[in-house]
Structures are given as structure tokens and as C-alpha cells.
């Protein structure tokens, strides 16, 4: 043998790993699991998805789209479930799932491993403990233990390896019930079950934590009990994925990426709440008859009446009375409160910050859902366009760029009859007061060219929808996040890319989001698992390796056999 045959690389072998999705949604987790990757030795994974079933036809539709693969329309349901649910009876046509239709639906293939987040409605401390209990919600609660049933009855002679079962964390609690009964349906189909905690902005480097309910079922004959932990990486600011992010509204970012219409309160609201706080600010207002008593325009009243410093500006002198009413002696810190970023309502993140949890709620004033924005508006300026210059002030340069030219509030009087002055009395950009009464109008009539403008002192009516830009006392510009956005949090695209899922309702399309797997975190999760399968195919109990056995959350999935069970 030749030194040239003794160093002969392997010939690489290719391990297929099939995956199935139940409660599939959009298909971001499964699209998660097809970037997914790993290597043994010369043993490498592909992974190739073989279906997902969903209730959600528009779903099914956007899984199609981000995955490549059909998924199926079915409703799992017991007819018992679904008049709970419903409140009436179903349709004609429609009839129980059977396990029958989940093979049908990954194509009468067995997979390696199943994926699935049931609905979690139910589970969410978003949903009060009362309502949790109606039957509506109970019904919807037990979809998850049918599901589970129909899944392993459908893969009963091949049974999968690997089952990863995900939810939200109160599902521990709330649902403590159920996952017990899930627990020992797993054990009396040979499966080891552990319950463990993630967080899917760590796992997937997000500007968002998403702690997450993570139930893992290892098939005790067919995978040996050890799991390699996937790396944990640092939560990204807010900002360093909205500044890559066309601006709202912009037309290059689609329908998805409009401003979403607020009521005229909800702004107003915003635009009090102090960057990296919530619904919380508003307490510290003073609130009468539903106006506020601390704004107003009033004469100088003392230097530096309630004067708010920077962060990063120097203090004045401390004076014996040093109160917020009498001078500078307040601050604007930045620095949230510990704990004020989860669950808040009203809540506004800075560009810097890392955002929470992307949930299926749609507005403001169910969480931490706007942001602090400081970009500027429409498009880049000279900076001395449609500039004003006091009449004691020195103007710009003067420049030959047609479209810049500069203006000058000027106080004296126009109306001093001149040579050539006909034009100041023509109203030119002229202005009315509301109690004024208009001039005839012409057929030429427009704002350039006479009194046709109003000084309008109305405002919108507290719930009248509009979009506003109203900066706020941080000279931001506080605002929801589009529905672009809300994907891009969740990792389903890049910020650079171009989005438009099934339907035009955003409504729609946020719940939708808010209910995905993140993609990059799935592929964390699918990375590790596929690593565990290759090392089970291989015969290996060991791999040298820097990455630690995953003995915190979900390696205790795999590598520890919970009740009693070897």
C-alpha cells in the first residue's frame, strides 16, 4: 500500500433524517430544521421535511411557501372538542382525525423526528386564570394530548426517534395536568420524557428572548442517552436589525412593513412613555378630567422648571432646595428597571435594546410591541432645505442647488404700500384663522397662490385611527412595529429580504407570526438532535469535542430517563 492510498479520504455518507411537523402553522420551525446541519466522522445529516398538518389553511399555504413542502388542512379535533370549542356543531363533511389521516399527510413515510407546538392559547399568562378554565379553552388545552395520540398511533411501526414537543413556559404549570397524561403516553410507547426550559433568542442570537417550554421524548431502544449542547449566544440590540431594515412605510418593504393605524389616545400615550419602560410612565402624569396639568405653554416660569438632564450631560450647582420644580435636577435615565421589558404593556424598546418575546397579540397596549426610532423621516435633505432662519440669525450658504433655498421668519409688518409690493398682498401661502371667513374661491385656488390654508387648532378624536408621528420627550419617534418587523425579530427573514405571506390582513399575519418557532432557533435545536441520531447510527458513546454534553436543559432530554425508566 502506497502512503498516496494510506491518506485516501472516506467517502462522505450521506444520512438522510426525515422530520414531520404536527401543529406545523408557517412552517418557521420546520424551515428551521432544513438549515439545519451536522457531522460524525465521514456521516453527514440532510435533512428533508415529509408534511406537516395544521387547522389554518392560510398557514398550510405560507408553509408551502417558506418550506417547499404541502402541508395538510386538518382539523384534530374530537367532535366532543370541537362543539366545546366552537359552541355549535361542525359542518357536513367534516369527521374525526384518525392516524390514518397523519400518515397520509407525511406521505406514508416514517419520520426520524417530530416537531410540534400545539396551540398554546390556553397556556398563556396572557389569557387570566378564569377564562383558561371555560370549556372553549378547555377543549382547546386537550387538542394537545389528541394530537400526541394521533401521532404515535399514525407512526406505530417505525416509530420515530426523537420527539420535541414545544410550548409556552406556564404550560408547566397550567397544563400541569395534561403533561403528565403526555408523559405516560410517551413511557407506554417506550419513550424516556423530560421537561426543560429554553430560550430561543439565545439559541438562535436574536434581538428578542423568547423563553420557551421544551418537552423532549427519546426513544430508549433506538437513541443511547447523550445530547451535545448547541452554542448560547448574546441577545442582539433592537437596533442592529431595524437599522438594516428599510424605514416603516417605506414602499420597498411591501404591505408588511406599514405603519400600523393606532387611535389618536394610543399615540399620545406612546409618545409619554419613556424609552425602555411601559404602560408604567404614564402613572407618574397628573391626570385631571382627562387632560394632563404638567403641559402646558406657559410665560418663563423659572430656569429650568422641571428640567430633565441627559445621561450624559453635566449636573449644575445643588442648591439647598433642589426639587424637580425649581430647576435641573432630574434626569433622563436610560436604563430600564430590572424585570419592566416582559409582559409590558405600552412598552417601548430603545434601538439598542433587545426586544421581548414576539407574541400573537396586535397591539401597543399588550406589550413591548414599539420602539424608540430615531432615524430620520423620507428622504435624506440638504440641510439647509426649507430651512428657517431667525431674523437675527446669520443665514446658510448661499448655493446653486435648485430646491434648497432658504427662508427667513421675518416680523415686520408687509402691508407698508411700496414699489413692487403687490405680491405681498396677494396671500401667498396665506393662512386663516378658523374665525376668519374665506375669500372667493377661484379656480386656481392653491396654497402658493392666495389665503388658502387654515390654521386648524382640532385635534383627532381620542379612538380616530391615523398614523402620527409624534416625537416624544426623548425626541424619538415612538412607534409600534410593523409586521416586517415583528418576522425579523422572529428570525422567519432577514431584514435585507422582501416578506409577504398569505392574505392582506396584518391582524392575520401577526398572529400568525407571533405563533411561529423561530427559525434560528430551531436550527440550533435540529442541529444537536441530528448530531445525536448520527452518533446513535455510528455506534460512537463519545465525541471529542470543545461543545460540553448538554447536561442543562435540553441535554437532560435526552440523556436522563425520567420516572423510573431505564
Known sequence: MTARDRFTAAPVDVREIRHFHLFGAIG?????????SARVGNMVARPRCIGSVDVDPAANRDFRRLVGVEATTLDMFSLEQYIAFHGRMPPAGWKEATPEDILRAAGYEFPHIVFLSAPCKGFSGLLNETRSKTDKYVALNGLTERGVFLMLEAFKDCLPELIVFENVPRIATRGRHLLDRI?????????????????????????????????????????????????QHRLQAVGTVLDRMPLPGDPAGGPMHRIPQLQWK??????????????????????????????LIVPEYRAGFLGVNRFDASMGTVAGRSGPSNGAFSIADPRPPAGTLEY???????????????????????????????RHQGPEKHSNEFRIVPFDGAAMAVTGAHGSGQCVADPRPSGIPQKGDHYLTGGHYGVRRMTDTSGAVSSAACHDNGFWSVADHRMPAATDKLVAVIRAMDGTWHRPFTTLELAVLQSIIEPEEYLELDGLNDSAWRERIGNAVPPAAAEAIASTMYQTLLLAWSGETFLLSSTPIWVRPVAVALSVAQGGTA
Open 28 to 36: 418557521a420551525g420546520a424551515s428551521g430544521f432544513m438549515r439545519g
Open 183 to 231: 408523559a405516560k403516553l410517551f413511557r407506554a410507547y417506550g419513550y424516556a420524557w423530560a421537561e426543560t426550559t429554553h430560550d430561543c433568542g439565545k439559541l438562535g442570537r436574536l434581538a428578542q428572548s423568547r423563553k420557551r417550554f421544551l418537552g423532549v421524548a427519546r426513544h430508549m431502544e433506538k437513541v443511547p442517552p447523550f445530547l451535545y449542547e448547541p452554542p
Open 266 to 295: 394610543t399615540w399620545v400615550r406612546l409618545a409619554f412613555v419613556e424609552a425602555g419602560s411601559d404602560w408604567r410612565s404614564l402613572n407618574r402624569l397628573n391626570v385631571e378630567d382627562g387632560y394632563l396639568q404638567d403641559f
Open 344 to 374: 409590558s404593556q405600552y412598552g417601548v424598546m430603545r434601538m439598542e435594546d433587545t426586544a421581548g418575546a414576539v407574541i400573537n397579540v396586535k397591539s401597543p397596549g399588550q406589550g413591548t410591541f414599539s420602539v424608540a426610532d430615531p
